[in-house]
């Protein structure tokens, strides 16, 4: 943990208050705070001063049109970019620059827009790979397939077949992911990010390119997932209609600003937003 | 047609786990083993313990551990003589420097030294690519064996500039020298194929070898899902190596008594071993023994045939087996690139699902 | 002082050999733009060149040995010997036949396959070609003269030694060879700059499927650069062939090639040249400067380390642009 | 183990006590296991009674009480036997519902029972409960919803709804406090106690509930295991509905008595390989499964290659020839042994090993009349595979084939402790220690079902066969009706005749009083749909293809094949087809042309249908019709077509005998 300072105002995350949605979920404190991200890449402002938070057991969705910057911030998130400026604070301490492996340890988990999955492998070990960071035995111990290696790999294994199941693809378990149809791949790169146990599940476009009833169901899996496992998740979203449906908290971005946060009402009723969505020029 | 998997059920994921979930591929592996290990030994001799069986086990470690590399972590390397080269010069080392030990001990410590050797090499993995890789591992070929036939150290002052092997026993059986019998070679070498096979698949069935193939089949995303790449890379040239380093060790000490480094651990040793990679098939296991087995066999196949049968000059021969490998390269790549593991595969899943076709 | 004008002479015979490293690089790098290929067999294909130049020159019956072998003949050479300039040419359409049998029985087969598996077919390809070589001219070592000027250029010599008081040791051979090189290296840049095929090779190597939709046809490209690439073999061959004989060794300039294509990147031209140029200059100082302290013959492997150690602190090579990574 | 076949004990006469006997002596070996996870999770006998135990008391917990009604509504999965096995512990009455019927069939049946507890197997069900709760007139009886999937369902209201494993957990922690009352209720169950109520779905009407007695099940368990010598060491694939007593006699019954395990598929979508996962021992199928199967095995066949093909076609031959004899144990000469066995290496062997049926002993098929050509294919490969005829109030068994008496025109000779007579209309009657001791609530269809001395009318006619001794039957008694010339009308009959053919899939025969038969008929999409494949002929529904006038040839060939054959029994010369059409929709459960076991409703089909009806015998050439239909999310919409009606030649008798000759 030597990559996490303290909080140097309080050492403990900012008393939030939570909140009850309408359907019932207590939602929690902060659980990741971004103050003032700015990434450049060359002489490209990617993300333009954002701040926005994120708490314990919501469905935080980032919006936007094509460009927005929506990818570059959750790269951010998980490490993959280093931001010039701005602070990424988690679980009430200040994230140190970290490889994306170490965001990984830390429990975020993500998917991604074009799937990303090890074309290799069958869908079993895809989803297994996900629980790298929750395999503890050394290499001696893999290498003679003795005692802690082998439970490890059940207990893992057990765990895997839950989500398996609770994403209902026990039938192409041992299928190579590389023959998969696309929304399938889908659902084993989220099967792959659960594997993780996260605590933040980054979703970037879960549903781009699926048909209404592939949406539908992969709408249903993000809702179980966060109702079932608590996972708080942050997801990009293209389709304005599954973004209210799903959401709790909305960030709408426009050419790498934030134009947007709050409830998908409130957000729905932004000028600036409306005006981002139907095209109006910018100035 | 032969396999009769109903009623084959797995009660356990230990036994849904396990190398071969079908019965009958289990009995196989099962009356394979015990042939190669309590039938061979009484039946071998001297041509083809030499020409056939000892290289084919050699070289099937050697080709386990650059499958290993190339295969699973999907790293090229173009380096294998030099590493084999490592580990003779090091066995050499060895067994001139603590004679009572083991040999069994010493090859290991090869191994692990190649391993040391392999994963130094490995750094620049981190920041090169791909073919950049590949190239680069050319730099440890070329460079090794510089530096073992340069620094006389490395060959004990010898005049010639090569290593000979001195006579070491296991359980009081010769296994290297002139005195060593065929089958005690070839015990030796057998143990130690066994046990790289085992390692290596235990390895690969687990989370290292997950670890591996996430970052040959996307880097990038391994990285993002938690693999770190420097362990990751570094490991597969560490394991890649030790069973290479190996393979040089049991190559000089056990099968050619005496070596020259730059004839027996050339770039066209690395090529080798890249070939039956790549002929046997990327990723597997099996696949290593298969492409050792068909480059071993080729050559003595086609010297029987060009020379024995067809009565021509041996130089010819030489050449017109070049072209025959070479061809038979391409045409293997053309036809099934992902090797003869692939066309087992295949084989045997029209086999099980006889007599449909799919 | 007298170092210093060593030195001076080791950098420009390095650079000398640097260009024809730039040569071979060039062969490799046309071939990696139009196809994606990795062409290992470019060395080979110089060595093959260079056996059919003077198999034809002498008049060798081609697959003697065999024939004898197979009916018990005792042929070896035809009654006549071709010039050099007819024997180029008829080696040069030897290569570019060479180009349409490998694009019809290898290349084609192996569209859409990883570029490892290429890597690999182009392995066998020099396995073949290399048996093929000495199948169809034996493979005893030839010597091999088109009349090119050869050994120590006097008049450098004393030129140099009336100016500096150092006369330098410059081979006539390696004069020519740069300045053919050189030549060879403007024209392949002036035709993939001005002509309409180079211009569609190069579109088909900035995007496969956008040249195939604007009609050009990938067989003709791959046909024609593997033809250009033998025609750069062919020359390699007769600068090689003819300082140091038509010998498998031959075959070995091309792993030299490697490393700078490492150095200059697989796609670049200019990168090629460079790369060659220093590697050649680097290679012939580390030698000159350290070889004696360790035992010589670093030539062998200094190219590597040093592509290696370059590559570690620049991934992208010379001339290739920061690689931003996405996901 | 032979012991355990001995005659019901005293302390057997009920399901908990065979379940505490087989705990007891075999209790480490597989009583059940379930595909879930990957793996075929395993709970010996032991285990089992555990967790049966630890239900039953949480039940008590929850207020069960003795004769209390729990309907048990889901796959066919452990903790769903073991609901009833709890269920019955406590002295109540296990209700299995067959989970895919629609709300209004199980509010009436939710209401009629009376159940108090409901044990659903996921969101799904509990779902399907709830809106039948909140059903305008529906009856709330229902106190407590158990389910055994926790999957979406925190986000419920759960003062009276528990997971079947919390329930289990509170039924551990009461064991000191209700061990001994659970006990006193398992003690007090004795062979007259009601062992299980079974709906039969019935082809008109509202469901009716079968009360069966301990003695019913077991006795029928206990004579029909040591009829195939089942045993301990066999295993049983659990895929048919719960709901069905077929399911409740295998999977619980022989189950119980014998001690052998049960299997429960992941799902139904992975039923085919975890059946051959499992390679059962013991294997019951209806016709359809076969038939399904038998088709797909062609359909695969015709993609294989030519040696294939050719080893294929040789040896399924031979087999044709060979294999029911060998079955039989009748003698074969060496060749056709050699033959044989050749086959078996390249045909046979990976053939049944591919169907999962290598290691079946003993199979059953029954339900409806299977075609010869189906039930010659499976028995020639080897598979002992007998036929059966029986019913709900029959506790399954009426007559079974014993081993080397099996043809596939007769239903066997009478199980065990059955008797069997035929009525003088031809209806056949039975009399057995598993008959029905009546239906729930219902003493007026009790009393027209099982006259006084016990015995029951099975509703369908049927004949001994004079040299065997084996009972045929034609079709359902009240269906054998008259033509107008006074002939007999045997509507099934001809329709089985017809469905044997592959393409077809259903068939409707009409001419109950009238001057000639008519039939309406379903194609099979996948046989006929794969042909089309292969023949290029492009087609974007089921209406589409039925249509096809290729497709009309087919078939017409097919009937006219079929009158050839009815030409030529004398009795039933006159059910020959005349006319005929394809129906441009498949008869559908959900939309109440069939029942939800696939046996066609004549008299919804005549009523609904009733205008091609009146085209098939006014002589037209073309009718236009709309239907309604149902879609499986329950919108309902209607489907427009015009459909062609064929004529067909009919045959003399002689003339039938010469075409069947050629």
Known sequence: MTDIESNPLTGQPAPAEGYVTADGRQIGGVLMDLRNITLRFGGVEAIKNISFDVREGEIRAIIGPNGAGKSSMLNVISGFYVPQEGEVWFKGYKRGPMRPYEVARLGIARTFQNIALFDGMTVLDNIMTGRLNKTKSGFLSQALWWGAAEREEIANREQVERIIDFLEIQNIRKTPVGRLPYGLKKRVELARALAAEPQILLLDEPMAGMNVEEKEDMSRFVLDVNDEFGTTIVLIEHDMGVVMDLSDRVVVMDYGRKIGDGSPDEVRNNQEVIDAYLGVAHD | MFYREAGNFKTSYRDDGQTFPIKLDRMGYYVILGVAAMVVPFVINDYWASAVLLPFLIYAIAAIGLNILTGYAGQVSLGTGGFMAVGAYSVYKLMTAFPDLSILIHVLLAGGITAMVGIAFGLPSLRIKGFYLAVATLAAQFFLVWLFNKVPWFYNYSASGQITAPERTVLGWAVTGPAA?????????????????????????????????????????????????LTAKLSAFGVSSFFVGIAGALLFAVYLGAAEVGEAFGINKSFLVLFMVIIGGLGSIFGSFAGAAFLVLLPVFLKNVLVGVLGWPTDLAAHIELMIVGALIIFFLIVEPHGLARLWQLVKEKLRLWPFPH | MDQLFYASEVFINGLMTGVMYSLVALGFVLIFKASGVFNYAQGVMALFAALTLVGIMEGQVPFSHLINATFG?????????????????????????????????????????????????????????????????????????????????????????????????????????TIIAALLVAALVAFSQYTKQGRAMRAVADDHQAALSVGISLQFIWIMVWSIAGFVALVAGIMWGTKSGVQFSLSLIALKALPVLMLGGFTSIPGAIVGGLIIGVGEKLFEFFVGPMVGGATENWFAYVLALIFLVFRPQGLFGERIIERV | MAHLAAPAHADLQSIPALLARNADRLGNRPAYREKEFGIWQSWTWHEAAEEIRALALGMLVLGLKPGDHVAIIGRNRPAHYWSMVAAQMCGAIPVPLYQDAVAEEMAYVLGHCGARFVVCGDQEQVDKVLEVQSMPDAPRNVEQVLYTDKRGMRKYDHSHMNALSDVQAEGRAAETRLGEELD??????????????????????????????????????????????????????????????????????????????VNCPESAATMMTDLREIGPTYFFAPPRVFEGQLTNVMIRMEDSGRVKKWLFDRYMKVANRVGPKLLDGKSVGFGDRLAYGLGKVFVYGPLKNTLGYSRIRVGYTAGEAIGPEIFDFYRSLGINLKQLYGQTEASVFITQQPDGEVRSDTVGVPSPGVEVKIAENGEVFYRSPGTFVEYFQNAESTASTKDAEGWVATGDA?????????????????????????????????????????????????GNGRDYCTAMINIDLNAVGNWAERNNIAYASYQELAGHPQVYATIKEHVEAVNASVAEDEMLAGCQIHRFLVLHKELDPDDGEMTRTRKVRRAVISDKFGDLVDALYDGSNSVYTETEVTYEDGRKGKIKATLRIEDVQVFGQAQAQKVAAE
Not at chain 3, 116 to 124: D, E, Q, R, Y
Not at chain 3, 142 to 169: C, H, M, R
Not at chain 4, 231 to 245: I, Q, S
């Open chain 2, 181 to 229: 019998s065929p089958a005690a070679k070839y015990l030796v070498c057998l143990a130690f194929v066994i046990f790289a096979a085992w390692v290596a698949r235990n390895l690969t069935r687990g989370m290292i070898g997950r670890k591996w193939m996430a970052i040959r089949d996307m880097d990038i995303a391994a990285e993002i899902i938690g693999v770190n790449p």
């Open chain 3, 73 to 177: 003949t005792h042929l070896s050479n035809f009654s006549w010997t071709v010039g050099p300039v007819v024997a180029i040419l008829l080696t040069a359409g030897v290569m570019v036949l060479l180009a349409i049998v490998i694009e019809k029985l290898v290349l084609q087969h192996l569209v859409g396959q990883e570029p490892i598996i290429l890597f690999m077919a182009t392995i066998g390809l020099a396995y073949f070609l290399e048996g093929l070589g000495d199948v169809m001219w034996g493979a005893d070592i030839k010597t091999l003269d088109v009349g090119l000027p050869q050994g120590i250029s006097d008049t450098i010599e004393q030129a140099t030694a009336n100016w500096f008081g150092y006369g330098f040791f410059i081979d006539r051979l390696d004069i020519w060879a």
């Open chain 4, 184 to 261: 006193r209720l398992i003690a007090g169950l004795d062979y007259d106690s009601t062992c299980v109520m079974l709906y039969t779905s019935g082809t008109t009407g509202k469901p009716k509930g079968v009360v069966l007695s301990n003695r019913n099940i077991i006795e029928t368990a206990k004579n029909t295991s040591e009829f195939d010598g089942l045993n301990h060491r066999d295993e049983v694939l659990a895929y048919l509905p719960m709901a069905w007593v077929g399911d409740f006699i295998f999977s619980m019954g022989q189950a119980m008595w014998t001690g052998f395990t």
């Open chain 4, 462 to 510: 049927g004949f001994f066969e004079e040299s065997s001794g084996h009972l045929r039957i034609i079709d359902r008694a009240k269906d054998v009706g008259k033509m107008a010339d006074g002939s007999m009308f045997a509507p099934k009959y001809v329709e089985n005749k017809l469905k044997f053919y592959p393409n077809i899939l259903e068939a409707v025969v009409i």
